[in-house]
Structure formats: C-alpha cells, structure tokens
C-alpha cells in the first residue's frame, strides 16, 4: 500500500470527497479516483483497485468504487462496491468483490467476540443450564453441557475453552469476507461475516458471527432481526424471523416470521411461523405452522404438527421444568405436553397430556388423550408406514454442502440404543401382565395407562424389532465368506473392537456407548483435552460406530437368546436367521397394510367431486397413483424379496457345516 498523490487528492477532493488527514488514507498500486464520490475518510483506510464491474439482474451494469459513503478506519480490498450508506461504515476489513448497497450503519463499536461465548439459556429459562455458544459449536457438546450439569468440574473447564476461543476471535475490527452482498440493510453492529454471504433487506444484525463460505453460503433476508448470534454455514434466515441467543447450526432454515430466543437449533432443523423459546432442537427438528410453541424442551428429527404446544411453568417457582422428546416422535395438531415429562424415542403424541409421563423405555410408542388420561400404545410405531418413510427421508434431506460438518448424525432406526429401550420395555410390559395379572383391562406405567391388548401387541413388536436387528447385525458380520468349518464361523463373529458394552446414549443425533461419554467428561475434567480434540474424538466414535455396535450386538444377543456365540454351532445360527426371517417378514407385512389404508375408500374423499365412482378412483389414481405402483409399496415388496434371499444365501454357505 501507499499514500495517496497529490494529483489523487485533487481528483478526489474534485469528486466531492473529504478526509479529516489524507495522509492516513493508502490505497493499492491499482488505484484509481476515477470511481469514487461523494465520500468522506477518517482514521486509517486502505482501499484497493476498482477494476470490476457487476452485472445487476434485469441487464444493469454497476461499476465497483465507493459513492455517496463515510467510511472510518477500514480495510478495504479490491472491487468492492460500496454505495449509498446513510450514516457509516466503520472498523471493519471488507474482502474482495462485495458488493455493499443501500444500508444504514455497518460497524463495530468496541471490542467484541461477534456472538461467541453468548451463554443460552437453553432447556431452563431461569438458568442452571446455560450453554455457551461458538462457531465450531456442535449438538453432541452442547448436549453434555446442557444436561451433564452433575459433572460440575468439566462445565467448568469446558467454559473456560470456550472463553478461550471467543478471546481468540475477540477485535476493535469487524470482518466482512469475499464476495459478500449487503443490500437494503439496515443496522450491522459486531457482526462478522463470512465469505458469499448475502444480506439482502435485513433490519437489524447486532453481535454475531454468519460463518458463510463458498461451499455452503448463508443466506439472511427479508425484515430479519438477529441479536447475540452464530449463524452456521449453508443456513436460510429470512421472512422476518426474530433470533436472539441463538445458535443456528449448518443448513438450517428459520423463516416466514418465526420468533426464537435462547435456542440451540441445529443442522438441517426447519422452523417457519412459529416460536421457539429456550429450546435444545437437535438435527432435523421441524416446526412449520401457526401457532406451534416450542418450550423448554429437548428434540431431534421431531415434526411438530400445528398448534403443537407444551408448558414449563406451573405457576409455583417459575418457568423451571423441563421435557425431552427423544428421537424421531411427532406431534399431533393441537397436540400438548405439561412438562416435566419424557417421551420414548419415535413415538407419536396426540391429545393433551397433563400427567408428567415417562415413556422412554417404550419407545416406538403412541401417547393419547383420553378423558384426561394419557393411554400408552407400546411399539406401534413399528409396524408404521410413516415411521419407515422417515427414516428413509432423513438422510435424503441433509442438505449440508460445508465439507467441515459439525453434527456427526448417526440415521439407524434400530440400534443399540433403540433396542436396549425395546429390550428392556419387553420386559416391563412381561412384568406388568406377571404383577397386574394376564386379565386386567388396564395397566398403569409412569402416570400413563395400557389396555390388555396394547401391552400383548407390545410385547410381540418389540420381540420382532429385537430378532429383526440381531439378525441384521449377524448376517452383516457373515456376509461375503464362504466358510470352510465352524470354527471360521465363530471366528468371524468375534468382537474386533474393544469398544461398545453396556449402555449406548443418543448425544443429539451422535449415537455412541455411555462409557465413551464418561472416559471423555473424565478427560475434560483433568484439562487433558481441548475443544478441537473434543470434536476428533465424536468423529472418531462416529466413525466406528459399526464395530462397535457388533461389539454391543454380541454380548446383548448371548443374553436375550441365552447361547454362546464363542461357542455356537450351525444348527443355532440357522435358527437365528429362520427367526430373523420370520421378524422381518411378519414387519414388512404390518408396513405393507398400514400403506394400504392411503388407498382405501375413505382415502378417496374429496376426488372425483363431480362424477361417478368410477370417475372417483380414475382422478384418485391419477394424482396419488395407482397401489401397486407406488414407489414406497414396492419397495416394501423388494425388501421381502431381498431380505429372504440373503436369509437363503447364508443358509446355503452354512448347509455343510
């Protein structure tokens, strides 16, 4: 950089340009006066070449420069259009190609870590499980902090990395990267800004980071307000939605005026209209309609239907309580939960529910309302076609283009940490029919009630989901080996991972054994980790999750089919795959009937308004098709097919032995 010519000055002054000290205003070998106006410098500015020229939609070409803007110790690079600022830009390196227009105020006003460290009061509103948030924040750690309280040492130790990293990014200067557009805007405040970030028509952005890059670009919009925020890469904020203490995580979507203050929303979530108040939205949490009410509650991969609602305050000591809706469960319309409460993994609520159930070892279950009373379907999610579709969409809608992925999201249905629960609710339900007698009507479970054939229909469906995933996890292992004797055979079944007994925790889309949790909290507590290490070690456990989970599988079969798999001999495996068998079919039977049910009579209300029966199905089959060929149907059919063939194939590498 160098200072301005004489002849510069003049061409600028000449340009209706003023400065408190020229002598304070460098500019690159590339600079020319020739584009900027009507612009006032103090402090110390650097300014770049104007060389480029931006193509506007509609045809209109704008040239890049500086016109009718008080710029005030800035950085600024090359060909960067800033244009019509009404009051300042200040404080601020701005990279190259932005194209800054029609704002208000850019600036950083004192020394500040832009949104790293804000402490959420996520889960409680009156406090006790704050989070501090930062950039490279994901779901598993947040987990640990908010609800690891007990583990008072490592929340100490891990606030201080995070006040370590947030002093780190701590600056009088603000930083605006490559390739930014700022249009329409009002206030920027201690914002830093990632690169291709497109501000378009915001109100107002005050203390907060938008880790925007080229692979995965943030998008915030129309009349937005956001204040003590991060903003992760690939993530939407538009249509007058309110942020405050927030952490939006990778690829999220927050529009058409939803309101959101202490949250932890994280990747691939999708809230629209609604409201969310000191929230914990693991990966894939959906709320989209009017008059939703997300509160003080925990979730992950939840659709929360319209009107879904649920209370923390009970009019004693304050909006203290707290709910956790595991993994996967839905929502109903006007569905409503009282908190405390907790709901079992992929289950489904309807009604309203006073009674502080806990259903987390039922999962796959269903909660409803009657007469005030919550009635519990164990396991009937199971044999849903909804459920399956889930799991299968899921993953289809990770729509995280950022290399660098901060949530580790393990999509299984069953695993060990679903099938622990199933293993352990058949036993319950066993133990309530022994304890209450085989002819009751009704049984009562943790403040919700059971009917006689609930709990028998439970008892079989998890059975089957525990057969369908043990034999999953032993065909896997035997897969593409022929063997020569048995000894090979149990050979291959042996553990290769020393990892994976005992309990198995879901760490907000994470899925990994509790002791690994433990060895790491053990870790924090003695400083003997730092926050990047943190991550490498969930990625690490992410990574094996399928040795591991053998590791699990192994020891938990020996128990639940009582063999020794050290031990076990051909006639013992065929039986287990037979089982298997049995279990997957006798599901996929349950899947296809209740798909049925969208193609029976009823389903076809509404269609052919005008016309005959016959007019009736024709227009029915050609908007929802006809059964036999839809794609879900037929795939339910193929999965029958395929899954008794591969039975067939390990049988016939086995008939020898």
Request: with cysteine.
């Amino acid at each position: 950089m160098r200072n301005l010519t004489q002849h510069e000055i003049g061409s600028l002054l000449a340009n209706c340009c003023v400065a408190k000290d020229w002598t304070q205003v460098f500019v690159s070998e590339g600079f020319s006066t020739d584009h900027v106006y009507n612009t006032r410098f103090s402090g110390k500015v650097t300014l770049g070449a104007f060389e480029k020229t931006f193509s506007i939609a509609g045809g209109l070409q704008n040239h890049s420069g500086i016109r009718n803007a008080t710029i005030h110790n800035c950085e600024l690079g090359n060909d960067i259009l800033i244009e019509n600022v009404s009051n300042h830009i200040s404080n601020y390196r701005i990279g190259n190609g932005c194209y800054i227009q029609n704002i208000n105020v850019i600036a950083v006003e004192e020394l500040s870590s832009f949104g790293n460290n804000v402490m959420v009061n996520v889960l409680n509103e009156t406090g006790g499980r704050e989070v501090p948030v930062y950039t490279k924040l994901s779901s598993s750690l947040a987990y640990i902090i908010a609800l690891y309280r007990h583990k008072k040492k490592a929340i100490e130790n891990l606030y201080g990395l995070i006040k370590g990293f947030a002093d780190e990014q701590a600056s009088t200067m603000g930083t605006i990267g490559d390739n930014v557009e700022i249009l329409n805007t009002g206030t920027i405040k201690n914002v830093v800004i990632g690169d291709h970030a497109k501000i378009v028509n915001t109100s107002r952005l005050e203390n907060g980071t938008i880790v925007s890059n080229h692979y995965a670009p943030v998008y915030v919009g129309d009349g937005v307000i956001a204040k003590d925020f991060i903003f992760s890469s690939g993530s939407y904020i538009a249509g007058a939605a309110k942020v405050i203490r927030c952490f939006i995580g990778q690829s999220c979507h927050v529009s058409h005026g939803f309101s959101a203050h202490d949250s932890l929303v994280f990747s691939n979530c999708n809230f629209d209209n609604g409201e969310a108040c000191a929230v914990f939205a693991g990966p894939f949490t959906v709320s989209v309609h009017k008059s939703s009410l997300l509160i003080a509650g925990m979730f992950s991969f939840l659709n929360a239907g319209s009107g879904s609602n649920q209370s923390n305050h009970m009019y004693k000591l304050g909006p203290i309580h707290q709910g956790i809706v595991e993994r996967g469960s839905k929502t109903t319309s006007d569905s409503y939960i009282l908190w405390p409460a907790k709901v079992g993994a992929f289950s489904l609520v309807m009604g309203r529910h006073y009674r502080h159930s806990d259903t987390s070892d039922l999962p796959f279950s269903y909660l409803i309302e009657k007469a005030d009373e919550t009635y519990l379907i164990p396991g009937v999610n199971l044999r849903s076609v909804g459920t399956i579709r889930d799991a299968q969409k899921w993953p289809k809608r990770d729509n995280r283009t950022d290399p660098d992925l901060l949530d580790l999201i393990n999509y299984n249905l069953l695993s060990p940490y679903t099938i622990q629960k199933m293993i352990k609710g058949r036993s319950i339900l066993s133990e309530l029919r022994t304890i209450s007698g085989e002819t009751s009507e009704t049984y009562t479970y943790r403040s919700s009630k059971m009917k006689n054939a609930s709990l028998r229909n439970g008892i079989t469906l998890y059975e089957k989901a525990i057969n369908k995933f043990f034999g999953n996890s032993l065909i896997k292992r035997l897969e593409k080996t022929d063997f020569q004797n048995i000894e090979e055979v149990r050979s291959q079944l042996r553990p290769t991972h020393k990892l994976g007994l005992g309990e198995w925790v879901d760490l907000s889309g994470l899925i990994v054994p509790k002791t690994e949790v433990d060895n790491l909290i053990c870790e924090i507590e003695n400083d003997q980790i730092t926050l990047s290490q943190i991550e490498t070690r969930f990625r690490g456990l992410h990574t094996d999750y399928y040795d591991m989970e053998w590791t699990w599988a192994f020891s938990a079969m020996e128990k639940y089919y009582n063999i020794c798999l050290s031990t076990i001999n051909a006639d013992e495996i065929r039986s287990l795959v037979n089982l298997w068998r049995e279990s997957v079919v006798t599901l996929d039977e349950m899947l296809y009937k209740d798909a049925m049910k969208e193609f029976s009579i009823t389903s076809m209300i509404g269609f052919g308004v005008d016309g005959s029966e016959t007019e009736k199905l024709e227009d029915f089959e050609s908007v929802r098709g006809e059964f036999d060929s839809n794609p879900f149907i037929s795939a339910v059919r193929k999965h029958i097919e395929v899954k008794s063939s591969l039975a067939d194939e390990l049988l016939k590498r086995l008939s020898h032995l």
